[in-house]
């Protein structure tokens, strides 16, 4: 038994008690006749009883559980909601943001490369340092900096988007040293992969 059902007990028992004493002094011939419970089976019955009402309270918290708040937090529609108001600020397609972080981290807002990429848009220290972010874990920077990384590079490369993907692959340096899509095996399929899920997204 629990300490304070147990503290309820005995003081439901020492009021019990002092009823005892204070019913002898008045006790009348008729009363006398009536045969009372004993002490033990007070004792015996209050802790029955204690012990019932501890099992209602834990039934009571168990029924109500699914009731109680839940993390009702989506990262999918988070993550989305952060797409178009980034989208919007720097006028790039959502649709092509998504593509990006879906081949970038599936969606894993801790995902962190063996190459130091972090986040859902994968961004490099030093990029995540050039647009500003602060925490590349939290969804909304990595996302704001991620969509500001891509403009810049729409703007570089005229909104010629395999260049932009190649770039942000491989980092503008390489594009421009081979002046197009690096022959990177790895960058060369990232642009596919991007292109791929972006046309079903519009589709």
């Given at each position: 038994?629990?300490?304070?059902?147990?503290?309820?007990?005995?003081?439901?028992?020492?009021?019990?008690?002092?009823?005892?004493?204070?019913?002898?002094?008045?006790?009348?011939?008729?009363?006398?006749?009536?045969?009372?419970?004993?002490?033990?089976?007070?004792?015996?019955?209050?802790?029955?009883?204690?012990?019932?009402?501890?099992?209602?309270?834990?039934?009571?918290?168990?029924?109500?559980?699914?009731?109680?708040?839940?993390?009702?937090?989506?990262?999918?529609?988070?993550?989305?909601?952060?797409?178009?108001?980034?989208?919007?600020?720097?006028?790039?397609?959502?649709?092509?943001?998504?593509?990006?972080?879906?081949?970038?981290?599936?969606?894993?807002?801790?995902?962190?490369?063996?190459?130091?990429?972090?986040g859902l848009m994968q961004l490099m220290p030093d990029t995540a340092r050039e647009m500003g972010v602060r925490d590349p874990f939290d969804v909304e920077e990595n996302i704001m900096g991620g969509v500001k990384y891509?403009?810049?590079?729409?703007?570089?490369?005229?909104?010629?988007?395999?260049?932009?993907?190649?770039?942000?692959?491989?980092?503008?340096?390489?594009?421009?040293?081979?002046?197009?899509?690096?022959?990177?095996?790895?960058?060369?399929?990232?642009?596919?992969?991007?292109?791929?899920?972006?046309?079903?997204?519009?589709?």
């Amino acid at each position: 038994m629990a300490l304070d059902g147990l503290k309820r007990v005995i003081r439901r028992i020492e009021e019990i008690r002092r009823g005892f004493d204070e019913l002898s002094k008045f006790r009348s011939r008729s009363v006398e006749q009536y045969k009372a419970p004993s002490f033990k089976e007070v004792f015996l019955k209050e802790v029955e009883r204690s012990e019932e009402e501890g099992v209602k309270r834990e039934n009571r918290v168990e029924d109500l559980s699914p009731l109680l708040p839940r993390d009702s937090f989506k990262e999918d529609s988070s993550i989305e909601d952060v797409v178009n108001r980034a989208s919007k600020l720097y006028k790039l397609d959502p649709k092509l943001v998504m593509a990006v972080i879906e081949a970038e981290s599936n969606f894993n807002p801790k995902a962190l490369s063996p190459k130091g990429a972090m986040g859902l848009m994968q961004l490099m220290p030093d990029t995540a340092r050039e647009m500003g972010v602060r925490d590349p874990f939290d969804v909304e920077e990595n996302i704001m900096g991620g969509v500001k990384y891509l403009n810049y590079l729409s703007e570089k490369y005229k909104g010629n988007l395999e260049l932009v993907l190649a770039a942000y692959n491989a980092g503008p340096g390489a594009v421009d040293k081979y002046g197009g899509i690096p022959p990177y095996k790895e960058t060369q399929d990232y642009v596919r992969k991007v292109l791929s899920i972006y046309r079903k997204l519009k589709r």
